[in-house]
Nanobody, 123 residues
Framework: QVQLVESGGGLVQAGGSLRLSCAASGRTFSSYAMGWFRQAPGKEREFVAAITWSGGNTYYADSVKGRFTISKDNAEITVYLQMNSLKPEDTAVYYC????????????????WGKGTQVTVSS
């Protein structure tokens, strides 16, 4: 059974930092790209960041560039999202996704999705 399990969400003040983790299990994810999406209340899910399996290529939404960093640990098949300088508008449920290509992740065409972790940024 394939699973993507997110963790690391919580409540933080504006300007603070959080590190999200997404642990993958249940199959080999070799060559899969992975990424993060978020969905705020009343809004559509939006792309946040993506990374290739090798970690050599990354892609970010304009709204998080310079503040968020995506990385991965292939030995543990875990993807991280370091979020700095958080803003109240970053408040959302954050989801992890995996797909066969970076493009597919960016377009939201993930083959696998996690159940999400809540991030709340207070002003």
């Amino acid at each position: 059974q394939v699973q993507l399990v997110e963790s690391g969400g919580g409540l933080v003040q504006a300007g603070g930092s959080l590190r999200l983790s997404c642990a993958a299990s249940g199959r080999t994810f070799s060559s899969y790209a992975m990424g993060w999406f978020r969905q705020a209340p009343g809004k559509e899910r939006e792309f946040v960041a993506a990374i290739t399996w090798s970690g050599g290529n990354t892609y970010y939404a304009d709204s998080v560039k310079g503040r968020f960093t995506i990385s991965k640990d292939n030995a543990e098949i875990t993807v991280y999202l370091q979020m700095n300088s958080l803003k109240p508008e970053d408040t959302a449920v954050y989801y992890c996704a995996a797909a066969a290509s970076l493009r597919a992740v960016v377009l939201g065409l993930g083959d696998y999705w996690g159940k999400g972790t809540q991030v709340t940024v207070s002003s």
